[in-house]
Structure formats: C-alpha cells, structure tokens
C-alpha cells in the first residue's frame, strides 16, 4: 500500500482530498464534491506535508515493565528527578525520526521528545 505523506484540501469545499496514484502521477479527488486536481510529480506532496502537533496529545502508555527500559540521566520536567526511564518509538509515519520517551524514576511523568 502506497502511503502519500501530504494533507491536501479542496479548495471548492474544504474536505480532505484523497490522493490517487496514476502512473507517475498523483491525482487528488474530493470525496465530498467530486473536485479533481492533478499533481505533476511527487515533490509538491512533500511540500504540502501538514504535521499536525496537539499540545495536549496524550503520552503513549506502555504496558512493558519498566524494568526492561533503560535509564538515561535527564531531568524531570514535573520533579527535578535527573534519571528516567528512556525508549524510542514510532509514532508518525515510517520515513519520519522515531520519537524518544521519557518516564521519570521518581514521579512516573512521562514526556516526549523530537529529534
Ligand atoms: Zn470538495
Ligand atoms: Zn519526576
């Protein structure tokens, strides 16, 4: 399955087009109103690429042991605790840099970062 790593809109009535692949080329249709716009090649996807970032997105929980995770030395952000439990994570699309997660030691906090 071919995964298009763009969010297009349509421009008539704003729903979210659907991209269809033919031959090189890359077609996006309206499910709504039918609206058709033809992408030349598969650079303006990339450019047209929307991340979506919600501050309030919850942490992944895991339900591994936390025993099985290593630690790093970095500081809480909640407790000031200067170890926490560290792994890696894919949460976006493939061809994106994993995300990294900490859970404090100490309070259980568990919070993100983007390379
Ligand atoms: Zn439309
Ligand atoms: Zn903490």
Known sequence: ML????IKFCPKCGSIMKPYRNGNKVTWRCPKCGYVEDSSTTVPLVERTVIEHKPDEKPVVLTK???NLPKVKVTCPRCGNNEAYFWIQQTRAADEPPTRFYRCTRCGYTWREYE
């Open 65 to 67: 042991a936390n025993d």
């Open 3 to 6: 995964i298009y790593m763009a």
